[in-house]
């Protein structure tokens, strides 16, 4: 990591460090950052004479977009005037198009050996404040107004300490979902499960998905977590007994992970991964796995980042991440990078690691390409941006990660997709060109859900869009194969699984120039690695197959499979309310032994409490975690006389837990109100 010299004041803040990679840093010289803990100071930065713009980037973090002219006499009327924290903002040297913002926050990993008297001691010198603990010694510290420095400058000279492992300042990721929404016309089908030769889809295009349902479907006991912008959670497709589970919402702090109004992602997302196969709508690829939706901020500092995936890394065998920054400079934070390795290696409810997918992202270039000497040019909104700065996709280049790449229906390069040494894998989804939308490239879209009553939609007035594609399609079909060989073979650890999807590949090749590179990277090197492709296309039924063949077996030498769940569960869960979130909860009993039977995703402090304004009413609760309860069988309950009922628990464990409300004597209307702190 860095070397333990002595470093002058004037260098100490001219780099810093992300994953222990040193970055040079250069000034911007027309933007600031400032911290605003309350609204009362916003109206008057605007009014401040240089001032030109205020962007709010995450939690407490603004950026000002000032007249270089009077950015120092700015900065001094925030310190001074106002008493605000605010510095420069940063941006890697000789770069054009990647800023770094910073929050006021630094990670601080010390060497095991040391106590918590030179900490404290640090911490003093510094003027820092204690946050939170990460394990093992590492800390999240505060950067104050008496720390006198920015939080680069402090974490460089911590970084020189021989009793620090490594500390880091908290930068800001800023990501983008990886889809698009092309002008395609409407395809029907969903080509990419299970297909047959037609226009502009070739033989073998698709994963062979209806071939592996003849030996699983997926299993409600393998949870495939999708991290997104939010989910329609009324959506036919997305329901079932048992179905939703854990759910979190990490924008909104609560359990209800509803898209807000400009949220349009989540929902096709999920649908490719794990839509429900009852009757109607469309299939995912994995449809009797457990759904666990998990709504993100599109912008994150490693601290909140951290929390997502220790959360979803407690509960989630699979781990879809259909987002990412654009080609820029953006190593992963240290803390993050740590936490990712962990999960893989010992995280998921199995404790044999979480499978994580990350999608390659659309811009039609390298995911890490320090050098970039021919630069890259990509569209983001509607502006075309060109740069030659550095690029490094920290999140799709981790190497414990499964990264995705996207083919079309014609077995060919998606043009838009990422590529790169560190591609691990490719999955179907649809075509466009990368920089002008208006190009019509032969490819089929992608048929899935699609949000309805909330958020924005890519097909209005409609739960289903064929018009869904980019990585982000292609990151959830591998989620799904992925959740369809834990189904059949919950032995395998995540690696295990890693390296099933990968043997089981279709080696699809592609001899044309790239559209607007002119390379070619569409065949497989000595190693059978493409920077297009990956190891090849995801394969359902071959990686099933293969998970089959790796099963433990008995003494006769037979394959010995996990136990299918009892078709008396889920009769029994055919009549289950599902609750995923805190709240008000109504209903109403028929008659004397009359039950309803509610599902809630729960952990924590919790309180259930009922009533009913019936005085001739007794109704009971019971309490069961994983199951249904009854009066004998139940890990809580309350039989007082009337129908004013309360559970408390206190540190419940996180789970699915089954609430029976039974009617012990008349009927007639209550209400629960559930609480989770």
């Known amino acids: 990591m860095a070397s333990k010299g002595k470093k002058t004041n004037l260098?100490?803040?001219?780099?810093?460090?992300?994953?222990?990679?040193?970055?040079?840093?250069?000034?911007?010289?027309?933007?600031?950052?400032?911290?605003?803990?309350?609204?009362?100071?916003?109206?008057?930065?605007?009014?401040?004479?240089?001032?030109l713009h205020v962007k709010h980037v995450f939690n407490e973090v603004y950026r000002l977009k000032v007249d270089e002219s009077k950015l120092e006499l700015i900065m001094h009327t925030l310190r001074e005037g106002l008493s605000l924290v605010c510095h420069h903002a940063y941006k890697p040297a000789n770069t054009h198009f990647t800023r770094y913002y910073l929050t006021d926050r630094i990670t601080?990993?010390?060497?095991?050996?040391?106590?918590?008297?030179?900490?404290?001691?640090?911490?003093?010198?510094?003027?820092?404040?204690?946050?939170?603990?990460?394990?093992?010694?590492?800390?999240?510290?505060?950067?104050?107004?008496?720390?006198?420095?920015?939080?680069?400058?402090?974490?460089?000279?911590?970084?020189?300490?021989?009793a620090v492992r490594y500390a880091e300042p908290n930068l800001i990721s800023r990501y983008t979902p990886s889809a698009f929404i092309p002008a395609d016309e409407k395809f029907p089908e969903q080509w990419h499960l299970h297909s047959e030769p037609a226009p502009e889809l070739a033989p073998g295009a698709d994963i062979q998905a209806a071939e592996a349902w003849d030996i699983t479907m997926g299993d409600r006991k393998i949870v495939v977590a999708v991290l997104d912008d939010g989910f329609d959670l009324s959506h036919p497709d997305l329901q079932g007994p048992g179905k939703v589970v854990f759910p979190r919402d990490f924008v909104d702090g609560n359990h209800n992970p509803t898209p807000g109004p400009n949220d349009f992602h989540g929902t096709p997302c999920a649908g490719v991964a794990i839509a429900e196969a009852n009757g109607v709508g469309v299939v995912g690829v994995a449809p009797n796995c457990a759904f666990m939706p998990v709504r993100?901020?599109?912008?994150?500092?490693?601290?909140?980042?951290?929390?997502?995936?220790?959360?979803?890394?407690?509960?989630?065998?699979?781990?879809?991440?259909?987002?990412?920054p654009?080609?820029?400079?953006?190593?992963?934070?240290?803390?993050?990078?740590d936490k990712i390795k962990e999960l893989t290696q010992k995280g998921g409810p199995r404790g044999k690691g979480c499978v994580i997918i990350f999608a390659a992202h659309n811009y039609n270039a390298p995911l890490k390409d320090l050098k970039n000497q021919g630069g890259v040019e990509y569209i983001a909104g509607d502006r075309i941006y060109r740069h030659t700065d550095p690029i490094w996709n920290g999140d799709a280049t981790h190497p414990d990660i499964i990264t995705v790449a996207a083919s079309t229906?014609?077995?060919?390069?998606?043009?838009?997709?990422?590529?790169?040494?560190?591609?691990?894998?490719?999955?179907?989804?649809?075509?466009?060109?990368?920089?002008?939308?208006?190009?019509?490239?032969?490819?089929?879209?992608?048929?899935?859900?699609?949000?309805?009553?909330?958020?924005?939609?890519?097909?209005?007035?409609?739960?289903?869009?064929?018009?869904?594609?980019?990585?982000?399609?292609?990151?959830?079909?591998?989620?799904?194969?992925?959740?369809?060989?834990?189904?059949i073979n919950p032995h395998l650890s995540a690696k295990q699984v890693r390296a099933v999807l990968v043997e089981t590949t279709d080696k699809i090749l592609d001899a044309d120039k790239d559209i607007l590179l002119g390379h070619n990277k569409g065949s497989y090197d000595k190693d059978g690695h493409s920077e297009w492709f990956g190891h090849g296309k995801v394969n359902a039924l071959r990686a099933v197959q293969k998970a089959v063949e790796l099963l433990p077996c008995d003494e006769d030498g037979q394959a010995i499979?996990?136990?299918?769940?009892?078709?008396?569960?889920?009769?029994q869960l055919d009549n289950v309310i599902p609750v995923v979130m805190q709240g008000n909860v109504t209903g109403e009993l028929d008659h004397k032994g009359d039950l309803k039977v509610y599902q809630l995703h729960l952990g924590g402090n919790l309180t259930i409490e009922m009533s009913s304004q019936l005085k001739s009413a007794d109704y009971d609760l019971y309490l069961k975690k994983d199951e249904i309860p009854n009066e004998n069988n139940y890990d809580a309950r309350a039989i007082s006389d009337n129908s004013n009922e309360q559970i408390q628990f206190n540190n419940l464990e996180a789970g699915t837990y089954y609430l029976m409300v039974r009617a012990f004597n008349g009927k007639g209307k209550f209400s629960i109100h559930i609480k989770v702190e």
């Open 108 to 162: 601080v990993s010390f060497k095991r050996n040391i106590g918590v008297a030179y900490i404290e001691k640090m911490m003093k010198e510094y003027g820092l404040r204690y946050v939170r603990t990460y394990g093992k010694k590492v800390y999240l510290l505060q950067v104050t107004a008496s720390s006198k420095r920015n939080p680069i400058k402090i974490a460089n000279e911590l970084a020189e300490r021989n």
């Open 409 to 487: 229906s014609l077995n060919t390069k998606a043009a838009y997709s990422n590529w790169g040494k560190e591609i691990t894998i490719c999955a179907p989804s649809n075509n466009y060109h990368p920089l002008d939308y208006s190009v019509k490239l032969p490819g089929r879209g992608v048929c899935t859900t699609d949000n309805f009553k909330v958020g924005q939609n890519f097909s209005p007035n409609n739960r289903y869009t064929t018009q869904f594609g980019g990585t982000s399609s292609a990151a959830p079909v591998v989620a799904g194969v992925a959740a369809l060989v834990l189904s």
């Open 326 to 337: 654009p080609p820029v400079y953006a190593p992963l934070h240290q803390l993050v990078y």
């Open 11 to 51: 260098d100490i803040g001219a780099y810093l460090w992300q994953n222990q990679k040193k970055i040079a840093l250069e000034k911007e010289r027309d933007c600031l950052s400032v911290y605003l803990y309350n609204d009362n100071s916003l109206e008057l930065i605007k009014k401040i004479d240089g001032v």
């Open 296 to 324: 993100i901020p599109f912008g994150a500092d490693p601290d909140l980042l951290y929390d997502i995936f220790d959360y979803v890394g407690k509960y989630a065998d699979v781990i879809s991440c259909s987002w990412g």
């Open 561 to 571: 499979f996990p136990t299918a769940p009892s078709a008396e569960k889920y009769k």
